[in-house]
Structure formats: structure tokens, C-alpha cells
């Protein structure tokens, strides 16, 4: 069965109109949405498995909900609401985009934050100071060189599961570039995938710049 018949097969038994055009036009999509955790669920319009981010849309007719995964909402042209007005199609498309990213950015904060107060709870060293850690990482959104190395050194020793690309690297001050320049290679290597594609590149010109100097 295809795609399009198993949303036409889902969504008419719920609508006012039988003719699936038609139908569609009834629903909306207002900014509810949900992360699962794990993709487990199936999209309740098309059927496709491994749902983990989940959007409700709703009819306007018959108050009926079905929970889809973000590419359904702008693949059959769901209207989006905002402030009580509905969006163009581009603006649509923006929305249920940006809403999909933040379920993705906050989900990575969960998991640092989890991160952060398991190692707090089995490193004695650090069940005084993980809050301050916390802190930091809510402040600022990320951490210096300094602390990065020194958590997954702790991650790693205390046996704790945590997805290095969730952990950002930041030095936009000159006492944490300085922290990254004076790092070894290999420790430059463990803590590549906290860079984000422009501050590799930026690190690589900062670390030119200092052999050139030298």
C-alpha cells in the first residue's frame, strides 16, 4: 500500500468530507508536539514507523487528533496556525522546520543535563561541583576546552553513556582560545565533534596564525 493510500485509508474515517482534497483542508497543525525519546511509534496518517518527534493535527470539523511525524504536515499541505492566523505555504514550511529543531536542540540539552547529574552522583569529585557545571552549560550554552576535556575524561572513567556531539565547545574569549591552542593533537582529536563545520575551520586559521607568529 502506498504512502497516499494509507493517509487517505486514515485521515477520512475522521473528517467531515469523503473525498481526500478535500478532507485535508479540514485539518491543522497549531504547534503541539511531542519527543518520544525513542523512535517508536508509527506516523498515524502515513504509516511510517520510527516515529520518535510526533505533531498532532486536528480537525476542525470533527475535533479529531492524529499524531504525524513533521514531514506529513508539509507533504500534504496541512494548514499551520500561528497566532491564530494560518501561514503561507512557506512560512508553513518554516514553522513545523523550526518546531522540529527545537524538539532536536532540546532533547541534546536533556541528554548533557542527564549526563552532567549521573557524573555527579558517582564522582565524588564532582557532587559538589556539577551544579556550577550545570550553570555554565545553561549560561552559556556550551563549555570551555578545559571543562569539555575534563568531563568526558570523567564520562569515560565512571563508565557513563553520553553522545559527544550533544556537548558544545566555546571560545569565543581569548582565554579559552588560548585553552584550545595549548591543547596536544590527540586532545584536539577528542573534542572535534564538539565544534560545529565554522569553528573547525576557525580553529585551523587560529592555529596558522600562531605558527606564523612563532
Known amino acids: 500500500m502506498t504512502w497516499a493510500k494509507s493517509a487517505a485509508n486514515n485521515l477520512l474515517p475522521l473528517s467531515k468530507s469523503k473525498n481526500f482534497g478535500e478532507a485535508l483542508k479540514e485539518w491543522f497543525y497549531n504547534g503541539e508536539n511531542y519527543d518520544l525519546v525513542t523512535p517508536d511509534a508509527d506516523c498515524e496518517l502515513c504509516d511510517h514507523p520510527e516515529i520518535r518527534y510526533q505533531f498532532g493535527i486536528f480537525n476542525n470539523f470533527t475535533n479529531e487528533k492524529l499524531l ?11 494548514s499551520v496556525i500561528e497566532n491564530n492566523q494560518i ?40 557532587a559538589s561541583k556539577i551544579e556550577s557545571f550545570i550553570g555554565f552549560y545553561k549560561d552559556k550554552n556550551g563549555f570551555t576546552p578545559k571543562q569539555l576535556l ?15 556531539n550533544d556537548f558544545k565547545l566555546k571560545f569565543s574569549r581569548s582565554k579559552d582560545r588560548e585553552q ?12 572535534w565533534s564538539c565544534l560545529s563545520k565554522p569553528q573547525q575551520v576557525r580553529y585551523m586559521k587560529l592555529k596558522n596564525d600562531k605558527k606564523m607568529s612563532n
Do not use: P, W
Not at 504525524?68 to 496541512?78: A, D, L, M, N, R
Not at 514550511?93 to 548533557?112: M, S, Y
Open 150 to 164: 575534563l568531563l568526558m575524561k570523567s564520562f569515560k572513567n565512571k563508565n557513563i553513556k553520553y553522545q559527544k
Open 87 to 126: 501561514l503561507s505555504k512557506e512560512d508553513a514550511i518554516k514553522k513545523v522546520h523550526k518546531d522540529r529543531n527545537k524538539l532536536i536542540t532540546d532533547a541534546k540539552f536533556n541528554r548533557v543535563i542527564s549526563a552532567l547529574i549521573e557524573l555527579g552522583n558517582v564522582d565524588s569529585y564532582f
Open 68 to 78: 504525524v511525524g513533521s514531514e506529513c504536515i508539509t507533504k500534504f499541505g496541512i
Open 180 to 191: 584550545l591552542l595549548a591543547l596536544s593533537d590527540t586532545e584536539i582529536q577528542a573534542l
